[in-house]
């Protein structure tokens, strides 16, 4: 798909990278995440598994404020 738009539509180098690692990567990154959650929960670890979705979310959320007001002092 991704590369059936690139030869019909003029699309920059930055862009193409952007798509591939950008858009892709986070695809990937999601997968795993969500897939080692419900791993944890079908084998029982219910807790465990509740306990890595918060604080994953949380401390993602947590270093891009902390990112952000450390950018923001530059």
Request: net charge positive; glycine share 6%.
């Amino acid at each position: 798909f991704i590369e059936l738009a690139a030869l019909r539509f003029e699309v920059s180098q930055e862009f193409r990278s952007f798509i591939a690692v950008g858009i892709l990567g986070a695809f990937t990154t999601f997968s795993t995440f969500s897939l080692d959650a419900v791993a944890l929960y079908e084998r029982g670890r219910t807790l465990a598994a509740g306990a890595y979705v918060l604080l994953s979310v949380v401390l993602c959320i947590t270093a891009l404020f902390a990112g952000m007001t450390a950018i923001r002092r530059l």
